[in-house]
């Protein structure tokens, strides 16, 4: 039987007609199991912010209920804080353009106030493009995601790819595995082709050695290591860096160690002038205290000589001294020299050749000659004339006061050190205000 070309033309539309609709039934069945599956949050709505439909893991994620969709009371302005409002409109006239945006961050308002981070893609649907079809993830996890640095390898190099701080992945051996984008923007490496170069090819080795030391701990004992590692810096300068160094077992049971790095260079910097600041406090303290039970003690006496040892000894304890030398103006030979009364540090055999000097003679003699403080550092490298005597005696840093009351010279007090190189300036003016103390109790025994 022969059918018309017609009828037969007919029969063709009629199936093909209800294979569409049949496939469009099984995509809208699959769509509503995806929907009912609350995998990721779903609604539906238009271009104007309307809600008409939503899963439940969307009304999970923001607090409300079905009551609130059907009420017509929810709209997706009512979800966006202000700051997020200007990605919405970005996103929906690039869905405008291709019929869906570029899945993005933000965070949504909550029922009960507070937010949750999502991240958001969605389509427009029909010709119009009026309708919108919106799936929403709870991203309220990642940070901890992060932290346990997950499991999966695509995870953590998310991860390493997005985190703020240098970040950087290594083999127990030191061979770069993975430098961060921050950590190319950090760091001045020696070339641009780091990865399986290994970290001496990358920095000095003063600086690469640290580096692997602290790497071999984290792969030998499987453990965090926090510490404080110096770097060059992408301007040149030496920077100071936070440390977290960890142990990473990828998917073949290699063991990694894994880096992260925050710049402290200015903390540190600001902390060691606080330090420094406090140190030079309590060390100014400690001289005026010294300098307060002096004057009490000198006052006190009628024998200021017999407080020479003690008063040596509370300089020391302060200043490293190891020795002292008082000397008096005294008639000797028909002549007036200085002589040796007080002393420490010294030999008797030295003591006999240093105990009368003449004016001019030695350092002291020169302090006493010129009315004046003298100060040598870095004694053995001094080219002074007069510094023979103190190099001899394996000086290395010394001060010397002239003795003087109602501009009489009495004699001369000096201190030295053998194992530091100078006196600082506040150490200097304790000195010349202890000896002038000295004076003044002499002059009044």
Known sequence: MCVP????KCCIDLSERKQAEAALQQANERLKSFVKANI?????GDVNGSITEANDEFLRIVGYTQADIQSGRLRWADITPPEYQYLDELAIGEARAKGTCTPYEKECIRKDGSSVPVVVGYSLLGESQQNSVAFILDISDLQQAKKALSQSQEQFQAFMDNIPAAAWITNAHGRVLYLSPTYLSTFDVATNKAINKNIFDLYPAQIAQPFLDNIRMVAQTNQV?????????IDGTLGEFLVYKFPIADASGQRLVGGVAVDITERERALRERQLAEQALQERSERLKLLSETTSDLLSTERPLDLMNSLFSKLSAQMDLHFYFHYLIETHENKQKLRLVAWNGITDEVFQEIEYLEFNQGMCGLIAQERRQIVVNDVLNSTHPNADILKALGITAYAGQPLIAQ???????????????RFTSGEIALLQATSDQV????ERA
């Open 439 to 442: 004076a003044v109790a002499l």
């Open 407 to 421: 501009g009489k010279v009495l004699g001369v007090l000096s201190f030295a050190s053998r194992t530091r190189t």
């Open 40 to 44: 990721v949050g779903i609604l539906f």
């Open 225 to 233: 290591v926090e510490t404080i590692e110096s770097a060059p810096r």
């Open 5 to 8: 070309h017609s009828r037969r």
